[in-house]
């Protein structure tokens, strides 16, 4: 269950992060784009392996450094590995959505966003009431791919110590000494959610282009 | 805190040598997996279920596992057999480095399979309807017309995918090997100083995955030159 709790923290945080990133990518801010581009590039480009040990072991260094300037007796701060690996899987996805979300905002129909400002709404209310559900629409197929690498991602965690089923899979092997099975086991128990995924984001698809359906 | 530039340079060397592994694991298994990844494209559209169905399964297995579990089932999983020890591909089998670049190869396989799907399906109908007219046989169309504009229309995907790949190789690092993950993660045990060393090591995988997104884009620009409006 550990992933299943890994994957919605990290789906929520990474939602978040892409909302705001892509708002920063859309904004006319010079500064809030350059971050927002250094962010999806960094992110992109590293891989997901080195990114999750980056925030693990640089968190335990970092905050050992902070603890220590106000109690020097302190030696070292152990930081929860599960809480490292959601962060930097969202930080990962989140760089992902910044990219999806952008397409999509771009994707909606400018008369909408013109009438919600004729209609007097104020530029927080437009992004929340009009440019959200219209562009959710539109980023519908990419999230779900996001959603299903994100689901895998959560494997790595068992490289920082998490104890969730690779890991898992790992301590039974060394008891039962049938390693194939074992990783079998994980690999379709990996295949069953990645297609409980696939299947919700095609039912989520139909219903949000049920408008468009009935007209043909 | 501080940022320690002696200790980067120091182990720039043993970086460099991490970097030769990573970029054999990503040639080899993406030109392995690009070979896996045509045949599985005939088999899907061949049109006969004995062929599709395979690779239907391939594709969906492949794509919908952790590329770090396929590693694991093959490394650590596949010696539980003993016809697997005393086979024929035991010196292989037995290799991490061989373990990972079959893993890497058939995930590569599958992603790019469905890559180069959507480019044969991206072909204009009315192209294959005016060679049929002209007399131009099923597999001279497939040669002649489909697979260069099915390749142009695959590229930028492609692209990402090899970019994912090379991402990939840091998971070589789990099965002992020492690419340029692995080395970053044995120079961490030794200083313990992990913001210098891996992230010198992600600036290294920046710039390949930048050169990648280079080159292709340069492929593509020479690619589809014919689509520009000539000058003057």
Known sequence: ?216 | MTFDFGLVFSSIPKMLEGLGLTIELLLLSSFIGLVLAVITLLMRISGRWFLVAPAVVYIYIFRGTPILVQIFVIYHGLPQFEFIREGIFWPFLREPFWCCVLALSLNAGAYVSEILRGGVLGVDKGLLEAASALGISKPHRFIYITSPIAIRLSLPAYSNDIISMTKATALASTVTLLDMTGVARTLVAETFAPYEIFISVAIIYMVIAWLVQKGFGLAEQRMSRHLKPTAG
């Open chain 1, 1 to 216: 269950m550990i992933i299943l709790r890994i994957f919605a923290i990290s789906l929520v945080l990474a939602v978040i992060i892409g909302l705001i990133g892509s708002a920063m990518k859309l904004s006319r801010s010079r500064l809030a784009q350059s971050i927002a581009n250094v962010y999806t590039v960094v992110f992109r480009g590293t891989p997901e392996l080195l990114v999750l040990l980056i925030v693990y072991f640089g968190a335990a260094v970092t905050l050992t450094a902070i603890a220590q300037s106000f109690d020097p007796s302190i030696k070292f701060i152990d930081v929860p590995p599960f809480w490292a690996g959601a962060f930097a899987i969202a930080l990962i996805v989140g760089a992902y959505m910044t990219e999806t979300f952008r397409g999509a905002f771009l994707g909606v129909e400018p008369g909408l966003v013109e009438a919600a400002r004729a209609l007097g709404l104020s530029n927080f209310q437009t992004f929340v009431y009009v440019r959200i559900p219209q562009m959710w629409r539109l980023a519908l197929p990419n999230f779900g791919n996001h959603m299903l690498s994100l689901m895998k991602d959560t494997a790595l965690i068992s490289v920082i110590g998490v104890e969730e089923i690779l890991f898992v899979a790992e301590m039974a092997t060394t008891v039962t000494l049938k390693p194939f099975t074992m990783y079998i086991v994980v690999a379709l128990i990996y295949l069953c959610i990645t297609s409980v995924i696939t299947l919700v984001v095609m039912a989520l698809e139909k219903y949000a282009n049920k408008h468009l359906a009935t007209s043909r």
